[in-house]
């Protein structure tokens, strides 16, 4: 009996420091880059930071050798990780690191081809077999068929010509064609992603792939005219594949990697390629078919940040924050308390005197449907300023007339 607890102690002990070890993580991820015509070291250190936000990852970096290095050193181990996040676009891995790869997703790893991801190594067969389609490269009718939609039929193209092309980079509308998927499941089945590259005429093998959405390539801003595959899932083996081609990295990060959409739609096909099952809740900002939605910083936005931008608010610049504000207190208020926590950190900017009328106009306004008690007095001394007395006397009366 004694060894038996002695030995049960020793496992809780072990359990404990590999938990402490990893960040309380359930998932370990492995971003791969070092070399890429896109800017990478722009690119993998905020898709680390957009996975260690889940709470579910933790996330490594490794770098390849610069071009023309000896790559017989880039050898990462990739069994040590739940998942691979390829954010690469460069000279081809050495044959023992190729092999290793291979056995590792045939043995159950998980993969995330990230926007350029799907440029790499045209001449592996291997992996465009887990991309499933790809483009640039030498690309052509040799690796496959493209593969986009027309309406509600999904084609299969074997006509002569190079794989990958995109027009200017604008926002544009992503459709989910498989609303139960884990990754797609409970995200409307629309919604605008920021400005980005809409890859178009990717072409490969596409074996055992399914697109969860697509994108309508415009012709007005050099498109196909087609509906091209935007988010992909491929089985391999074991192993699960994630493939988007959203995410254009600027210098600085850019509008595409700070879209909503694409951060939701990389930390769930992260999660379902590392484990086959999705966990995490739609955020409240996730955009929608009436427009997109950013962060700027890449996390998502606390009521603290919201009403700290709202104090500061020029009404003829942006009214983002007090969207997301009006978009949280709908999402998350289901009693009254839940309404009286919003109302009271609202009162605290219409009495801040440092904030602006213009933020102070915005929540007056919010506040003439959802008040209560807790904001008359703030409202009343508001209405004795000329420039607000307006909006919190219409507070007021609405306030009245509720009860």
């Known amino acids: 009996m004694k060894n038996l607890v002695k030995y049960l102690f020793v496992f809780v002990m072990l359990v404990f420091v590999l938990t402490a070890c990893n960040g309380g993580a359930s998932y370990k991820a492995l971003i791969i880059t070092g070399q890429n015509n896109h800017n990478w070291k722009s690119s993998s250190p905020i898709l680390k930071e957009v996975l260690l936000q889940t709470g579910i990852f933790s996330a490594e970096i490794a770098k390849s050798p610069e071009k023309g290095g000896d790559m017989n050193s880039f050898n990462p181990d990739f069994s040590k990780y739940n998942v691979i996040i390829i954010d690469y676009n460069g000279e081809s891995w050495s044959e023992k690191t190729k092999a290793a790869f291979v056995e590792y997703v045939k043995n159950g790893g998980g993969v995330v081809s990230y926007h350029a991801g799907d440029n790499s190594f045209p001449d592996w067969k291997e992996y465009n077999e887990m991309i499933g389609l790809g483009g640039w490269g030498g690309r052509s009718q040799k690796d496959g068929p493209y593969v986009y939609y027309k ?9 002569a010509g190079s794989g990958g092309a995109h027009g200017k980079r604008h926002e544009f509308e992503i459709k989910a064609r498989n609303v ?20 178009a005429k990717l072409r490969g093998p596409g074996k055992n792939m399914e697109i969860i959405a697509t994108a309508f390539s415009d012709t007005a801003k050099g498109g196909t005219g087609r509906d091209e595959p935007i988010l992909m899932v491929v089985n391999y083996g074991k192993g699960r594949i994630f493939h988007t081609t959203l995410g254009h990295p600027d210098k600085e990060g850019g509008p595409a990697l700070q879209c ?14 590392a484990s086959g099952k999705v966990t995490q809740k739609i955020p409240y900002d996730f955009p929608t078919a009436a427009g997109s939605s950013y962060r700027l910083d890449y996390k998502e936005l606390t009521l603290e940040d919201d009403l700290n931008k ?50 102070k106009k915005l929540l007056l306004r919010e506040l003439s449907w959802m008040g209560s008690d807790i904001s008359v007095s703030a409202i009343k001394e508001l209405a004795k300023n000329p420039n607000l007395k307006d909006e919190a006397e219409f507070a007021l009366a609405r306030l009245s007339s509720s009860k």
Request: charged share 30%; hydrophobic share 35%.
């Open 151 to 159: 309406g509600d039929k999904m084609v299969i193209d074997t006509a």
């Open 180 to 199: 139960e998927h884990p990754i797609t499941k409970g995200l409307p089945q629309r919604w605008v992603h920021g400005t980005d590259e809409l890859y």
């Open 260 to 273: 909503v959409g694409f951060i939701t739609t990389f930390q769930r096909g992260a999660e379902w390629a």
């Open 310 to 359: 709202i104090s500061q608010y020029d009404i003829t610049k942006s009214t983002k924050y007090f969207t997301d504000l009006q978009s949280r207190i709908r999402k998350e208020s289901k009693t009254a308390d839940d309404f009286a926590k919003f109302e009271k950190a609202m009162v605290k900017v219409l009495e801040n005197k440092s904030a602006s009328e213009d933020g």
